[in-house]
């Protein structure tokens, strides 16, 4: 089994920057990919950063620009920083990673966009 723990959510004002960050532990053997996930209340969880091996990263649209994913190998975690917060960023955010066909979820950590 893989676990994952995320840190990092709470609330911020529009425009504003928060860092998520997660770590693995456990039965880690060959990871594929790590990433972040969120979902907003009433709507699916949607990818947000993706990073592969080879350092192959994707981004939902909406956020290009103004979020960044990292991974660091050798302690198993991956970071988002998140940058010009908006209110539609609003959402729980999980960490994800994917390794020999199954993926893994964090506990999920709320990021509150709000005036």
């Known amino acids: 089994q893989v676990q994952l723990v995320e840190s990092g959510g709470g609330l911020v004002q529009p425009g504003g920057s928060l860092r998520l960050s997660c770590t693995a532990s456990?039965?880690?053997?060959?990871?594929?990919?790590m990433g972040w996930y969120r979902q907003a209340p009433g709507k699916q969880r949607d990818m947000v950063a993706r990073m592969w091996g080879g350092n192959t990263i994707n981004y939902a649209d909406s956020v290009k620009g103004r979020f960044t994913i990292s991974r660091d190998n050798a302690k198993n975690t991956v970071s988002l920083q998140m940058n010009s917060l908006k209110p539609e960023d609003t959402a729980v955010y999980y960490c994800?990673?994917?390794?020999?066909?199954?993926?893994?979820w964090g506990q999920g950590t709320q990021v509150t966009v709000s005036s």
């Open positions: 456990g039965s880690i053997l060959s990871i594929n990919s």
């Open positions: 994800s990673l994917f390794q020999r066909g199954d993926t893994y």
